[in-house]
């Protein structure tokens, strides 16, 4: 049986994301199969879920079967619903799509307890995508007045959980991976892989789609911004009430970058799981969905740090990072981060000036980008023959313990 770990309310968006390892692919592929979702398992899970008002997930919207769908509320639902139920031990498998997640943790252990196989996701964890502390724009007493008390009160939680929570590691018996660079990396967060399946990133299995699918939606030359959405995305709640102030800084900086090259056209690479309200990109063009196309097709891109700008180094494009010196603007080590992986040139939003300029970076694919750099087959085929090992009735000894 392969049980799929969901440590987070389903979303449609995330249901068909490769960023989760496109769940609904291997839920319609494999007939043993099951989603578990402990997003109500932890403490700290079951205090944000009350507090935001989070409910379960309506697994039903989704098309998905009630016996393929199970919520695991404690450690007594975990033995009476997986444990117990379990006919053939030995062949079940269970995937998580992150290791750094709070909620893991503890239905981590359970599983080593009871000695089960565990695989872990890491073929998005690229150097672009590096979690830093965001910097202290905000005084702490202004923070109290200005942002929502229930979003302070969960990250006090979270940091008294990360802090409690530095010691302990993580033995995933296997995990697909696109780099040599993220396996050591890995072990910098007491993360470590008995076995690793070699598979491309996200990024490299976009370029490799992209290749294949040659339209153009903009007929005229364009450069494209990719649109992280940064002050409404779930994972930075609490800069909402900037979004305002983002806006005029961001349109002013696409219309300066704009008139530097010679009035070019700039289209609008739309989040694919979350946008701004209609009006917000003033007259600029937005595409949904179509992010590899309109890189590929771009004479320069523009980005904060979107793992999606990987693949302006792909396909060698001019490049221009966005940050800002403005007091709300949480996210400049990571804009810094990725011009010092990707180069490009490095601008400020609140003054619309050029900060720095490097040229484009080369980096080893086998680094970070793809364990695999000869191989035609998408994640899907790579991530499936493995996992068919696990879709069987009767027992098969997976490969690498032959």
């Given amino acids: 049986m392969i049980y799929w770990i969901l440590h987070k309310k389903l979303t449609k968006k995330d249901f068909e994301n490769s960023l989760e390892g496109k769940p609904s692919y291997f839920y319609g592929r494999f007939g043993n199969f099951c989603f578990v979702d402990i997003s109500n398992f932890s403490l700290f899970g079951k205090i944000e879920n009350r507090l935001l008002r989070i409910s379960k997930t309506n697994f039903q919207e989704f098309g998905i079967d ?5 919520f695991i509320d404690s450690k007594k639902d975990f033995y009476k619903k997986i444990i117990l139920k379990s006919t053939n031990t030995k062949n079940d498998i269970f995937v998580f799509q992150s290791y750094n997640n709070i909620r893991i943790k503890q239905f981590y252990k359970l599983l080593t307890k009871e000695n089960k196989q565990t695989l872990l996701l890491n073929h998005w964890q690229l150097p672009i995508a590096e979690k830093y502390h965001n910097k202290k724009n905000l005084s702490f007493l202004k923070k109290l007045f200005t942002f929502d008390k229930k979003i302070l009160f969960l990250r006090f939680l979270y940091r ?8 302990f590691s993580f033995n995933f018996d296997y995990s697909f991976s696109s780099g040599n660079k993220m396996i050591e990396d890995l072990k910098k967060a007491n993360v470590f892989i008995k076995k690793v399946i070699p598979v491309h ?7 490799l789609s992209s290749n294949v699918n040659n339209t153009e939606l903009v007929k005229e030359p364009y450069f494209v911004f990719i649109n992280q959405a940064l002050t409404i995305h779930p994972d930075n709640r609490g800069l909402s009430q900037f979004t305002e102030q983002y806006k005029n800084e961001i349109i002013s900086t696409l219309n300066f970058i704009s008139k530097q090259n010679s009035n070019i ?3 609008i690479a ?3 799981r979350c946008h701004f309200e209609k009006g917000f990109w003033n007259s600029f063009n937005c595409y949904q969905g179509k992010t590899a196309e309109l890189i590929k097709n771009a ?8 793992t ?7 396909y060698k494009k001019k490049l221009f990072l966005l940050t800002s010196t403005s007091k709300y603007f949480p996210f400049d080590k990571n804009v810094t981060n990725a011009f010092n992986l990707l180069g490009g040139t490095l601008i ?18 086998t680094d970070y980008f793809t364990l695999l750099p000869e191989s035609k087959e998408n994640n899907l085929a790579l991530f499936s023959n493995f996992l068919s090992l696990y879709d069987k009735k009767k027992y098969k000894i997976p490969f690498d313990q032959k």
């Fill in 308 to 314: 999606a700008l990987n693949l302006s180094l792909f």
């Fill in 66 to 70: 009630s016996n393929k769908y199970i």
């Fill in 201 to 207: 990133s996200i990024s490299f299995d976009e370029f």
């Fill in 160 to 167: 008294f959980y990360h802090f409690d929570s530095k010691k």
């Fill in 265 to 267: 056209k700039i289209a």
């Fill in 348 to 365: 400020d939003m609140h003054s619309c000036k050029n900060l720095k300029e490097k040229e484009n970076s080369e980096i080893e694919l």
């Fill in 270 to 272: 739309e989040h694919p």
């Fill in 299 to 306: 004479k320069a891109v523009i980005g904060h740090f979107s």
